[in-house]
Structures are given as C-alpha cells and as structure tokens.
C-alpha cells in the first residue's frame, strides 16, 4: 500500500463547478499537510498548508483535514480556467521531516 | 525577489555518464530540497540540504548525491546515468517557514 493515494483524474468540471480533490494516506504519524498546484512544464506552487485537523481558507481554497479517517481534501469554490493544473497534496511527519508527494490529480475546468 | 532558479533547463545524456545539476535558492533561503518527478513514480524526494549539511535523504541509491555550498548554492549530481534517470528534476528552497518550499522550474534530464 502506498503511503499516499489521490485519484489521478482527469477531473474534468465547468467553470463556476466547486472542486474537490481528495488523499488518502495510511500512516498516522503524518501531521502537516500541504497543497500544491502544478501547471505544465512549471515546479510545484505552494497553495496551502495545515497542521493537525480541522479546516483552512484562503480565498477560493478550503484545506480540510481529518486525522482520525486519514483523509484530506481541497475544495476549490467557483473555479477558473485558470484553476486547470495538476493537484498535488503533500505530508510531513514533523515540520523538518522530508515530504511525501500524492501523484496527483490533473484537474481541467471548461469554460 | 528572485525565484528559485536551476540550470540547466533541458539535458541530454547518455547511459553511464554522469551528471550535475545546479540550483540558486530563494536569496536568504538556507534549505534546499532536491526532487525526482516521473509520470509512473510521481514526485520522489531525494535529499534535503540545510547550512551545508544533508538533514534528510529519501531512498534513492548512492548513485545520487548532493552538496551545498556556503552561498546555500546547491548541486545534485548522479553517476552512471541509468534510461530509468530519465526524469524532471525539481529543486525546492525554503526560508524561515520550513513547511514554505518554493520550486524551481527543473532540468529535464532525458538519458538515451
């Protein structure tokens, strides 16, 4: 069992649709859990982090996470074309540890 | 404020040759983290350097290695290049805020 696991997609969706990308991840000892957004050919963006459970905002973003189901998830509101990208989540089993990527979903929103 | 910059952007090599990767961080940024990214593997991370020494390694063979330099510069270099290295290679810094990694662009590495 991998350690991290995320619907690869394609997610296809219209614009305006509210998004929501979801991890699932096996091992308890994760407790910093972050997002990433990928476009082609571009490095990773840092869209947002949390600690612990509970949820997150920043804009159009909601970070949610709940430890005791081991599942996290990114609900994007109102989305853009501009929002078409892939979507990485990504775990920390303290804020020093080296980072586990999800493989990411490829998330397309049609005008 | 600059991002992180890596060079070069595109590479090509050939099977059993070695290679070198450079990466400039964040200006005032001391951790560097270096990343392999596959479309089977996804993204792998290899190591992370913080003020010239290795604080985490992923598990990747000793054919990967990295070094920082004093200016947080870093390089990851690999040694007799396998068709399977054949991947974008990402470098991330980050500053005070560790859980904040900015990534570079990459250097696509295609081995033949």
């Known amino acids: 069992q991998k350690e991290v696991e995320q619907d690869p997609g394609p997610l296809s969706v219209p614009e305006g649709a509210i998004v929501s990308l979801n991890c699932t991840y096996s091992?308890?000892?994760?407790?910093?859990f972050m997002w990433y957004r990928q476009y082609s050919r571009k490095g990773p963006e840092l869209l947002m982090y949390?600690?612990?459970?509970g949820n997150k905002e920043d804009g159009r973003f909601t970070a949610q996470v709940d430890k005791s189901s081991k599942y996290i998830s990114l609900f994007i509101r109102d989305s853009q074309p501009s929002d078409s990208a892939t979507y990485l989540c990504?775990?920390?089993?303290?804020?020093?540890?080296?980072?586990?990527f999800g493989p990411g979903t490829s998330l397309s929103v049609i005008p | 404020k600059a991002g992180v910059t890596q060079t070069p952007r595109y590479l090509i090599k050939t099977r059993g040759q070695q290679v070198t990767l450079s990466c400039s961080p964040i200006?005032?940024?001391?951790?560097v983290s270096w990343y392999q990214q596959t479309p089977g593997q996804g993204l792998q991370f290899l190591f992370e350097?913080?003020?010239?020494?290795?604080?985490n390694k992923g598990n990747f063979p000793g054919r990967f290695s990295g070094r920082q330099f004093s200016n947080s510069r870093s390089e990851m270099n690999v040694s007799t290049l396998e068709l399977g290295d054949s991947a974008l290679y990402l470098c991330?810094?980050?500053?005070?805020?560790?859980?904040?990694?900015?990534f570079g662009p990459g250097t696509r590495l295609t081995v033949t």
């Open positions: 991330a810094s980050s500053g005070t805020s560790v859980l904040e990694q900015y």
């Open positions: 091992n308890s000892a994760f407790q910093y």
């Open positions: 949390t600690y612990s459970s």
């Open positions: 990504a775990l920390r089993k303290t804020s020093y540890d080296k980072v586990i």
């Open positions: 200006s005032g940024h001391r951790s």
């Open positions: 350097y913080f003020s010239e020494t290795q604080r």
